[in-house]
């Protein structure tokens, strides 16, 4: 079970990421959660939202480079220590994780975490193992 | 490896006397004149134009009274405008790859396409093909003559032929594999993306049978011969061709690797001043100039190829007594000099052709800081040149910017970009901004 995520090729130059935001906020398109990985020159921006498939339609017509990759999203509470129990256990699988990050639910007392795997099916085995619930599009771009 | 006392294709052309091959050049440049002047509204003209009639050449040293073509000429007379026989003796259409506007279309009689395959034949026998090989042509097939032309030659040596076309990189390693594949044809830069294909599906040269190149289409350097004969474990051989003269087969490298053989029975070779025209000795670095001597229905006089290249004249051990020329350093119109280093924008664009498979915009700006030049290389991010992994995207541009470092031989500032940020001048790439102030 994964969900889909947008990369999108930044140029570090002020402005992008609101013109991104403005971009998917005029055409209905909401981001149910967003991190950005930059360097000196440049950044990626990598989003979840709503309506990817739209989404991707629309900034691609804007000319940005991008890639839909499918990432892994599991919910864990939204306490101290959440995080860290998950990636003791990966840790202890030696399952690599190439970058993730998290957000919270508003309406719950939940965090959801987004892991970007090397070897995404043998990270969800683990993972489905150790009883944590992995979530579907169905669970996170809906609401 | 193939022994370099390899076989040649047509001994009787390839190894004539060079006094006679002079005598033979200069027979079918005045039969050409002769029939261009009564014939030929376009060559009739320009001849006319700056009074000089057949009857005026009487050595090869008179061809520079005649007048030079330019692209441009030939890009005014499309489509047909410079075909000198009726079109039903026309059973060809190719085109010149012109990245800018209208692209010079050129007819093939029969004996046009006769001697073209025989040309390609040449150099792919000098680069040590024979019946045995499997040959995959991985140029692009269509207008653009690298494909049919690579294609005919080979099947006229007698290999076995794939004609896979470019693209689809996984495909052509799968095919490359399971067929067997010996000898490979495409852009220099492709055969880097191949290997690089190959290496990411874990398949070694030991898999596979390879074992020659046959590379064109665009520049390379040495070090780039040294990447591909390594990675891919050939031999690399470079030719040369441009559709406005003939397409591929004008000249090639033997096993020799050392200057590529002229098909100079067919195609009359001078090397000219880019700036003033005029025409320099043998060994001088210049701006090529053919003029065809057995072409029908597109013939060229003195046409201005912009590539700069010089003429080999020391005999090689190959056996082979035609004049050699050195590999294409670049485009005359567009030379850089940085910190005493020449610097062509097609280097530039041949090492990104290796990282993607579409052509990407790119754009070099000079400026200078201080007492130093500085060369920025600003290139759109694109399909090829992207991943959401932060790690693979820096190692990426880590990569492009060793690979362009040692192309060039100087250190450059790599910018990566978003698409669209560079500005599009409808009909001319703009490639280059000099900011330096003189
Ligand atoms: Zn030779």
Same mark, same amino acid.
């Given at each position: 079970?994964?969900?889909?995520?947008?990369?999108?090729?930044?140029?570090?130059?002020?402005?992008?990421?609101?013109?991104?935001?403005?971009?998917?906020?005029?055409?209905?398109?909401?981001?149910?959660?967003?991190?950005?990985?930059? @360097?000196? +020159?440049?950044?990626? #921006?990598?989003?979840?939202? $709503?309506?990817? %498939?739209? =989404?991707?339609?629309? *900034? !691609?017509?804007?000319?940005?480079?991008?890639?839909?990759?499918?990432?892994?999203?599991?919910?864990?509470?939204?306490?101290?220590?959440?995080?860290?129990?998950?990636?003791?256990?990966?840790?202890?699988?030696?399952?690599?994780?190439?970058?993730?990050?998290?957000?919270?639910?508003? @309406?719950? +007392?939940?965090?959801? #975490?987004?892991?970007?795997? $090397?070897?995404? %099916?043998? =990270?969800?085995?683990? *993972? !489905?193992?150790?009883?944590?619930?992995?979530?579907?599009?169905?669970?996170?771009?809906?609401? | 490896?193939?022994?370099?006392?390899?076989?040649?294709?047509?001994?009787?052309?390839?190894?004539?006397?060079?006094?006679?091959?002079?005598?033979?050049?200069?027979?079918?440049?005045?039969?050409?004149?002769?029939?261009?002047?009564?014939?030929?509204?376009?060559?009739?003209?320009?001849?006319?134009?700056?009074?000089?009639?057949?009857?005026?050449?009487?050595?090869?040293?008179?061809?520079?009274?005649?007048?030079?073509?330019?692209?441009?000429?030939?890009?005014?007379?499309?489509?047909?405008?410079?075909?000198?026989?009726?079109?039903?003796?026309?059973?060809?259409?190719?085109?010149?790859?012109?990245?800018?506007?209208?692209?010079?279309?050129?007819?093939?009689?029969?004996?046009?396409?006769?001697?073209?395959?025989?040309?390609?034949?040449?150099?792919?026998?000098?680069?040590?093909?024979?019946?045995?090989?499997?040959?995959?042509?991985?140029?692009?097939?269509?207008?653009?003559?690298?494909?049919?032309?690579?294609?005919?030659?080979?099947?006229?040596?007698?290999?076995?032929?794939?004609?896979?076309?470019?693209?689809?990189?996984?495909?052509?390693?799968?095919?490359?594999?399971?067929?067997?594949?010996?000898?490979?044809?495409?852009?220099?830069?492709?055969?880097?993306?191949?290997?690089?294909?190959?290496?990411?599906?874990?398949?070694?040269?030991?898999?596979?049978?390879?074992?020659?190149?046959?590379?064109?289409?665009?520049?390379?350097?040495?070090?780039?011969?040294?990447?591909?004969?390594?990675?891919?474990?050939?031999?690399?051989?470079?030719?040369?061709?441009?559709?406005?003269?003939?397409?591929?087969?004008?000249?090639?490298?033997?096993?020799?690797?050392?200057?590529?053989?002229?098909?100079?029975?067919?195609?009359?070779?001078?090397?000219?001043?880019?700036?003033?025209?005029?025409?320099?000795?043998?060994?001088?670095?210049?701006?090529?100039?053919?003029?065809?001597?057995?072409?029908?229905?597109?013939?060229?006089?003195?046409?201005?190829?912009?590539?700069?290249?010089?003429?080999?004249?020391?005999?090689?051990?190959?056996?082979?007594?035609?004049?050699?020329?050195?590999?294409?350093?670049?485009?005359?119109?567009?030379?850089?000099?940085?910190?005493?280093?020449?610097?062509?924008?097609?280097?530039?664009?041949?090492?990104?052709?290796?990282?993607?498979?579409?052509?990407?915009?790119?754009?070099?700006?000079?400026?200078?800081?201080?007492?130093?030049?500085?060369?920025?290389?600003?290139?759109?991010?694109?399909?090829?040149?992207?991943?959401?992994?932060?790690?693979?995207?820096?190692?990426?541009?880590?990569?492009?910017?060793?690979?362009?470092?040692?192309?060039?031989?100087?250190?450059?500032?790599?910018?990566?970009?978003?698409?669209?940020?560079?500005?599009?001048?409808?009909?001319?790439?703009?490639?280059?901004?000099?900011?330096?102030?003189?």
């Amino acid at each position: 079970m994964t969900v889909r995520q947008i990369s999108v090729f930044i140029e570090n130059r002020a402005g992008r990421l609101e013109m991104i935001a403005r971009l998917l906020g005029d055409a209905g398109i909401n981001i149910r959660a967003l991190s950005l990985a930059d @360097t000196s +020159d440049f950044g990626i #921006l990598r989003l979840i939202v $709503n309506r990817p %498939a739209d =989404a991707e339609a629309m *900034l !691609r017509r804007h000319g940005f480079t991008l890639r839909m990759t499918e990432v892994v999203a599991v919910e864990v509470p939204d306490v101290p220590g959440g995080l860290a129990g998950v990636l003791s256990l990966l840790a202890a699988h030696q399952i690599n994780v190439e970058y993730m990050y998290a957000f919270v639910e508003k @309406t719950a +007392d939940k965090a959801v #975490l987004v892991f970007r795997f $090397n070897d995404s %099916a043998r =990270a969800m085995d683990v *993972l !489905r193992g150790a009883g944590i619930r992995l979530l579907g599009e169905a669970d996170i771009l809906t609401k | 490896m193939p022994s370099s006392a390899s076989r040649i294709f047509d001994p009787a052309a390839e190894r004539l006397e060079p006094e006679k091959r002079r005598t033979l050049q200069l027979e079918r440049l005045q039969t050409q004149l002769r029939r261009l002047y009564d014939g030929s509204h376009y060559y009739g003209e320009k001849m006319r134009a700056v009074g000089v009639r057949p009857q005026d050449i009487r050595g090869l040293e008179d061809l520079a009274r005649l007048p030079f073509t330019e692209k441009e000429d030939l890009r005014r007379q499309y489509p047909y405008g410079a075909m000198t026989v009726p079109l039903a003796d026309v059973v060809r259409l190719q085109a010149s790859t012109g990245t800018t506007g209208r692209p010079i279309m050129v007819g093939y009689t029969r004996t046009d396409l006769e001697i073209w395959t025989q040309t390609v034949a040449r150099i792919l026998v000098a680069g040590g093909l024979s019946c045995d090989d499997i040959v995959q042509i991985a140029f692009g097939y269509g207008l653009f003559t690298g494909g049919f032309g690579l294609h005919q030659g080979a099947e006229r040596v007698g290999a076995t032929v794939i004609p896979v076309s470019s693209g689809n990189s996984e495909r052509q390693v799968a095919l490359m594999r399971d067929l067997g594949v010996t000898a490979l044809v495409c852009t220099p830069s492709y055969a880097l993306c191949l290997a690089e294909e190959l290496e990411r599906q874990g398949i070694t040269k030991s898999d596979l049978r390879l074992r020659l190149g046959f590379f064109g289409g665009e520049f390379w350097s040495e070090i780039m011969r040294k990447q591909i004969q390594s990675r891919l474990g050939l031999l690399a051989t470079d030719n040369y061709g441009l559709s406005e003269v003939m397409g591929p087969g004008v000249s090639g490298e033997c096993l020799r690797q050392d200057g590529m053989h002229i098909a100079e029975d067919h195609f009359l070779c001078e090397v000219v001043d880019p700036e003033t025209g005029d025409s320099l000795p043998d060994e001088a670095e210049g701006e090529l100039v053919f003029t065809t001597l057995t072409r029908q229905a597109s013939p060229v006089i003195r046409y201005r190829t912009r590539d700069r290249s010089r003429i080999l004249t020391e005999p090689c051990p190959c056996g082979r007594t035609t004049r050699r020329m050195a590999k294409v350093t670049g485009r005359a119109d567009d030379m850089l000099i940085i910190r005493g280093v020449n610097v062509f924008p097609s280097q530039v664009e041949t090492v990104l052709l290796a990282f993607s498979e579409i052509r990407p915009h790119y754009e070099l700006v000079v400026s200078r800081d201080g007492a130093m030049d500085q060369l920025e290389v600003r290139v759109e991010a694109d399909g090829g040149l992207f991943s959401d992994r932060m790690g693979e995207m820096a190692a990426l541009r880590d990569r492009l910017q060793r690979r362009l470092d040692s192309v060039l031989g100087l250190r450059v500032r790599l910018t990566l970009l978003e698409p669209g940020s560079l500005e599009r001048v409808p009909g001319k790439a703009r490639r280059v901004r000099d900011l330096r102030v003189w």
